[in-house]
């Protein structure tokens, strides 16, 4: 397992040669080291960002370290990046050279590919809303399906119920959509009013809209 190395966002010594602040560091028996007492000073930082390149420097370097940075807003650590040795990264970085068409190509087909997966999956979580709230229009159950369904979004269309299009979460995904564009829901948040509050003052309208879709036919 790779020793881990944090980023400090704060003004922190060592505790051992006293240099500082440091940018990185290493806690031992539960103090803060710089990387050269912690022995990782001869390696160099390689930024998150290219999985290839990535890859290649940790499987060429004898020794590596996960640079780690707690963020705040999500209270966890997340990965910053890796330290390799210098040598490594060259290696890594030549290779990446020589093969950057290939790597390339291969990049664009399988964008195309999670592109049409994408095309084929909002279509079929626009066919259940039908399905389900068939008095709904067909604009909105196209902006529903397309919003819900965004790669990466974290929305209930990807999640593991929405992908399996389960009906609770398309509901939800309806439901949402309903709250956001026909009340005044996002209004009430700007007025400070609280967000499970906000929901129960519109619960009956939002009810009374998606009764309405369930029951009516849209020619």
């Known amino acids: 397992m790779s020793p881990v190395v944090f980023e400090s966002l704060k003004q922190i010594n060592c505790a051992e040669c006293r240099q500082g602040p440091l940018r990185h560091l290493v806690r031992e028996c539960g103090v803060p080291r710089c990387l050269d007492c912690a022995d990782l000073g001869h390696l160099v930082f390689l930024p998150r960002g290219?999985?290839?390149l990535t890859r290649r420097s940790?499987?060429?370097s004898s020794l590596s370290a996960v640079v780690v940075r707690f963020d705040r807003r999500r209270r966890r650590y997340e990965r910053r990046g890796l330290l390799v040795e210098d040598a490594a990264l060259a290696r890594a970085e030549r290779?990446?050279?020589a093969d950057a068409e290939a790597r390339a190509r291969r990049r664009e087909r399988d964008r195309l590919?999670?592109?049409?997966?994408?095309?084929?999956f909002t279509a079929a979580f626009a066919a259940e809303i039908r399905r389900l709230f068939p008095g709904c229009p067909a604009d909105r159950t196209h902006a529903i399906a397309a919003h819900a369904s965004v790669r990466g979004s974290g929305r209930v269309g990807r999640s593991a119920a929405g992908r399996a299009l389960d009906e609770p979460a398309v509901s939800a995904a309806v439901r949402a959509a309903v709250r956001h564009v026909d009340t005044e829901y996002d209004a009430l948040l700007m007025a400070g009013v609280p967000r499970f509050a906000a929901r129960a003052r519109l619960a009956a309208?939002?009810?009374a809209v998606l009764d309405g879709w369930r029951t009516a036919e849209v020619s």
């Not at 590919?113 to 084929?120: G, P, T």
Request: net charge neutral; with cysteine; aromatic share 0%.
């Open 95 to 97: 290779a990446c050279l």
């Open 113 to 120: 590919r999670r592109a049409a997966e994408d095309v084929r």
């Open 205 to 207: 309208r939002i009810d």
């Open 58 to 60: 940790r499987e060429a």
């Open 50 to 52: 290219d999985a290839a």
